[in-house]
């Protein structure tokens, strides 16, 4: 019966721990920006070139927008 106890105590700080690791990983400091690029009348904009600034460093990143005038800015991090 010992044995057992202590596959039970064993296997539960595993369960514990992993769970633990799970949890932790699935928290994330980052975001997306995303848009679409419009002229005037309404219309996409493709071949766009967008700039973000961050203005606390004064670090830009660029990209340019696709075929339906959209762009992305995946994983940023927040400013401090």
Partial sequence: ???VRWAFLIGMCLFVCLGQTRIALSQVITGDI???VR???????PGA???LTNTATGVQISTV?????SYTFPWLKPSP
Avoid at 39 to 45: A, L, Y
Avoid at 65 to 69: A, I, K, Y
């Fill in 65 to 69: 927008t696709d075929s339906t005038g």
């Fill in 34 to 36: 995303v848009g679409t």
């Fill in 1 to 3: 019966m010992n044995k």
């Fill in 49 to 51: 070139k967008v700039v």
């Fill in 39 to 45: 002229d005037p009348s309404g219309g996409v904009v």
